[in-house]
Every structure is written in structure tokens, then in C-alpha cells.
């Protein structure tokens, strides 16, 4: 499971704080209700799509800064990276090395081209240089995307939830079906201006938690003493570099992987270049940019430091945790744990609203990305006649309503899904990242590519990366229906047992680290492109010729 099950049962053993107080939840509620009435104030005075989804291309590049952070950065990062911190070490912090390349890439050599059209979806660019079948490929890749993502987050955000709250999983899907109603309503009635001032409260909520984490932890341990000194014994080995591709995270390799995708996302995904086009030009938006790194780096230190407060706080009390809780295996649970049962009241729910917010401002930015491509790239596209613009917006509405529905129903079958937050996040949604940004690489920047060749390279690196992604499951498989010696692979096999069947199962480790999914979906889908795009150019337009 994506948030490891801890048996309810073991909690009695260390006298625990009653959870959310009465005052928690009327924050948590009053939060709720704030964001239902900006999204009916916005949406009264909304009459064209152009002010639905790009808020008429006029938004400040300071809030649409804060809201490209507030979209990117999920309640998966918000619980995974105290996680990571917290059970694996402290190396996922060396991605910020890499923000200065990012800032220039994207700055200065992806925005000036895509700022010169000005478009409702990213993938009406791929059109004009790759026809239609491209655009289509492009677009369909991200509604696959952002369904996959949304249902991840908002399932992730529900378990801790239930956590935080102390009941059953049998309460997931009623957190999923509040929270993606709340997200799903005021999305959907107040547009793009709804949701990028809704991301600002959530960016206030999800740093001030973090930071109200670490506060906490200071007072009750009168100082610093929770800050590590040494490499702990618990921590995984995270070396600058190695040569192994089965060693899960190495310096090197994080940053590589971190700023793939932060380009790619930057570059190929609706979200962001839909709030590209909300500014009035390549300044204001590579401004924007600019101050998105900059909260992001902020956000992500103190998440960061977070989790080394709260490892600090429960090495040093361990009698507060619960027979069998593990500060390592049970990484993910930690922040849940530490906010219902470790924080006085107030700060209890404005920590859990910063954690419900977090997920509200990845999926009202999905829901009203989908509802642009689907309207644009499909419904217009290839519509005979063509709507009015209240009948354009009443249907972008209805779209949200859809995809909100899809995302409650996906979210049950994430449940499904094994592994730690980080590790799914990296092998399923972000699977798809590159493949699209290399549409927009081959269309934009590669004068010679052809459709065919496009088509091939996007089939290819996608291939190579689930490879990649799936490579430990691929050798488990093979390792029990063919009798694949696993030691052929490098690999040797490891053993588990359920906590709640108590099922013990034999498996493959990963020969091949998430952290190197993006690396290799990129290189191979560029070279198989390129190459594909020499061996089968498209055929010479006609040019007709003059009377």
C-alpha cells in the first residue's frame, strides 16, 4: 500500500492525546467553505473561455508563481519527502543544485518560443509542425496523466487522513469523495482565477505546517537537539555517485532525475504552460518561474528539515510510539502520526488543512487543465460547428463534473497499488512526463523530425521507461513462471510478510532505480526519434502553383 498499514490495535500500548480537537475541525471546515465561496465569487463574472482558462492572459506573474508551485508540489511531496527523510536520509535535498539549470532552460529557451502563440492548449503547438494525429497523441497522454496523478494524490491525502483521525480504511473513500468534491466545485465554477488564489492559501497552509512541525518539535526538546550529527545506522546508503543502476538514489542521479522533470513538466505539461499563457509575455512568465523555484527550494527545506525534527523528536521519545511501529519501514506515516497525536490543538488542523490543501491544489489545477485540452483539442478540434462562448464555458463545467467523478473512482483502484509514496509517484504517473515533453522537443526544436519517426520515439522511450520502472516485478515474474535465475540480473531475491495476512512472498529488488525512469525515456525516445524521422521523412507538402 502507498501509506504503510499500522496495526490500530498496538496504539494502546503508549498513552496517546485524544487527535483533532473541536477547534481543529472547525479550521479544517472553515478552510473548506473559504474555497467554495472564491470559486462562486470568480465564476459570477465569467463569460468566455479565454477568462475561464487563462484568466484572460492578464494574471500576476507573483501568484502564478506561487500557483505553478502549489500545482507541482502534491500531498505527495508533502508527505513523502518528511518520509524520505525520515526512512531512506537526507540526500533528496541536493535536487536544489539543480534549479539554476532548470531557471535557464526553461527561462530562457523553452518560454520565448512558446510565448510567441498564444493558445488555450499546449498541444495546439504540436498541430502546426506535427498534424493533428500528434496534438491528439499529445493530449491524450496528458488527460492519462493527470487522471493517474489526481486519483494518487487524493488517495494518498485520504489514507493519512484516516490516519490523522484514527479510523479505518473503510473512511478513504468518504475523505476522497469531500475532498475531491470541495476541489471539484470551486474548480469548476470560478476557472483558472479561482484556483491560482486558492493555490496562494494552500501555499501559506502547506509551508506554515511544515514549519509550525518544526517549532513544535524545538519547544519540546528545548533547542536543537533533534538535529543529526552523524549519518544514521537506519538511513539507506546515498552515495554522490555509483556505477550500480540498482542503487536507489545517488546524488548524481537525483538531480538528473530532478530536472528532467522539472523541464519536462514545464514544457510539455497543460498546467504549466496554461499558466504561461495567463501573463502577458516571456518576462512576466519566466519571472513567474523564477519565483516558483524559489518557494519551491524554500517549501522543500523545511519539509525536509521537518522530518529530521520529527526523527529527532521520536529517537528521543521512543515510549510514544506503538508496539511495532518502525521510525524506518513506517516512514510515511510518521507526519500523519506526529499531526494527530504529537501537536497542540489549532495547530493540529492547520497543519491537516495544509495536508488537505495540498491536494485540493494539485487537482482543481488538473481539473481545470483536463477541461481545457478536452474542450480544445478534442471537442473543437473536431466539432463541425462551432459554440458560443457561454455555451464553451458551461461545457468546461460539465467536463470538470466528469473528471472529478473519474478521479474518485480511480482513487479506489490506486489502493492496489505497492510500494512507498515516492516510488509509485515516480513509476506511474511521472512515467508519462517525458514522453510528452519530447512531442514538444521534436516539434519545436528538431527541424527534420516527421510524424512516423515522432510516433516511434514516443512508443519507444514510453516502453523503455516502464521497462525501467517495472524492471524488479518483470524479474519476479519471470523468477516464479520461467525459473529465471534471478542471479542473471544481478539481483537476489528478498523476502516479506504481510502485516495483515502474514503471507510471506519472495521478490525481486529493482535492478534498476526509479531515479533513472526519466534519464532513459528521454535518451531513448530522442535517439529512436531521430532516427526514425531520417529513415522515414514525411512527404514534401504541395505547393500550389500560381495562375
Known amino acids: 500500500m502507498l501509506v504503510v498499514e499500522t496495526s490500530r490495535r498496538n496504539m494502546q500500548s503508549a498513552p496517546l492525546p485524544d487527535g483533532l480537537a473541536t477547534i481543529d475541525w472547525v479550521i479544517i471546515v472553515a478552510y473548506a467553505v473559504v474555497v467554495l465561496w472564491l470559486g462562486w465569487f470568480f465564476g459570477r463574472r465569467q463569460q468566455s473561455t479565454g477568462e475561464y482558462f487563462t484568466g484572460s492572459g492578464n494574471m500576476p506573474p507573483g ?10 508540489l502534491s500531498t505527495v511531496t508533502y508527505l513523502s519527502l518528511p518520509g524520505e527523510m525520515i526512512g531512506k536520509g537526507p540526500i533528496y535535498l541536493t535536487n536544489l543544485l539543480g534549479y539554476p539549470v532548470v531557471f535557464l532552460v526553461v527561462g530562457f529557451l523553452l518560454l520565448p518560443v512558446y510565448m510567441r502563440v498564444r493558445v488555450t492548449s499546449a498541444y495546439e503547438l504540436l498541430e502546426e509542425r506535427l498534424g493533428v494525429g500528434i496534438r491528439t497523441l499529445g493530449a491524450s497522454l496528458f488527460l492519462l496523466l493527470r487522471l493517474v496523478w489526481m486519483s494518487l494524490l487524493i488517495y494518498a491525502a485520504a489514507r493519512a487522513f484516516t490516519y490523522i483521525i484514527d479510523v479505518d480504511e473503510r473512511g478513504v473513500p468518504v475523505v476522497v469523495i469531500v475532498t475531491g468534491a470541495v476541489s471539484l466545485i470551486y474548480a469548476s465554477l470560478g476557472g483558472l482565477r479561482a ?9 501559506i497552509l502547506l509551508y506554515g505546517g511544515s514549519l509550525l512541525v518544526i517549532v513544535v518539535v ?3 526538546m528545548d533547542g536543537f537537539d533533534w538535529f543529526p550529527t552523524e549519518w544514521y545506522a537506519d538511513w539507506d546508503s546515498q552515495p554522490f555517485l555509483s556505477f550500480d543502476p540498482a542503487t536507489r538514489v545517488t546524488v548524481v542521479g537525483s538531480i538528473i532525475s530532478m530536472m528532467i522533470w522539472f523541464i519536462a513538466t514545464s514544457g510539455g505539461d497543460q498546467v504549466s504552460v496554461q499558466r504561461f499563457m495567463a501573463m502577458q509575455d516571456a518576462k512576466a512568465a519566466r519571472r513567474a518561474i523564477g519565483l516558483q523555484l524559489v518557494i519551491s527550494a524554500l517549501v522543500i527545506v ?24 518502525s521510525l524506518s519501514a513506517d516512514a510515511d506515516n510518521v507526519f500523519p502520526r506526529f499531526i494527530a497525536f504529537h501537536l497542540p490543538p489549532v495547530v493540529s488542523g492547520l497543519v491537516a488543512s495544509g495536508m488537505l490543501a495540498a491536494a485540493m ?28 462562448e457561454r455555451d464553451h464555458v458551461l461545457l468546461a463545467r460539465w467536463l470538470a463534473v466528469a473528471v472529478g467523478v473519474m478521479v474518485v473512482i480511480g482513487s479506489s483502484l490506486i489502493a492496489q497499488v505497492p510500494g512507498n509514496i515516492l516510488a509509485v509517484a515516480n513509476k506511474t504517473v511521472n512515467l508519462f512526463t517525458v514522453p510528452i515533453f519530447c512531442l514538444f522537443l521534436f516539434a519545436l526544436f528538431v527541424p527534420r523530425a516527421s510524424r512516423r519517426g515522432v510516433w516511434i520515439g514516443c512508443i519507444a522511450g514510453t516502453v523503455a521507461g516502464a521497462l525501467v520502472a517495472f524492471s524488479g516485478p518483470l524479474v519476479t515474474f519471470g523468477v516464479n513462471t520461467w525459473d529465471w535465475n534471478p542471479a542473471v ?19 525481486a529488488p529493482d535492478p534498476i ?29 504541395r505547393v500550389p502553383v500560381e495562375q
Open 489 to 507: 540480473f544481478g539481483v537476489q531475491m528478498v523476502t516479506s510478510v504481510d502485516p495483515v495476512t502474514g503471507v510471506e512472498t519472495a521478490r
Open 361 to 388: 491544489s494539485s487537482m482543481d489545477s488538473g481539473i481545470n487543465s483536463i477541461s481545457a485540452v478536452v474542450t480544445t483539442d478534442f471537442v473543437d478540434r473536431f466539432r463541425d460547428k462551432p459554440m458560443d
Open 218 to 220: 524545538t519547544v519540546s
Open 302 to 325: 523545511t519539509l525536509g528539515v521537518a522530518g529530521l525534527a520529527m526523527l529527532g523528536y521520536f529517537q528521543a521519545n521512543p515510549q510514544v510510539l506503538p508496539d511495532g511501529f
Open 195 to 203: 484556483v491560482v488564489i486558492t493555490d496562494l492559501l494552500q501555499t
Open 513 to 541: 532505480s526509479f531515479q533513472w525512469i526519466s534519464t532513459i525515456s528521454l535518451l531513448v525516445n530522442v535517439a529512436v526519434g531521430w532516427v526514425a524521422s531520417l529513415l522515414s521523412p514525411d512527404s514534401p507538402k
Open 63 to 72: 501568484l502564478i508563481g506561487v500557483s505553478l508551485f502549489a500545482s507541482l
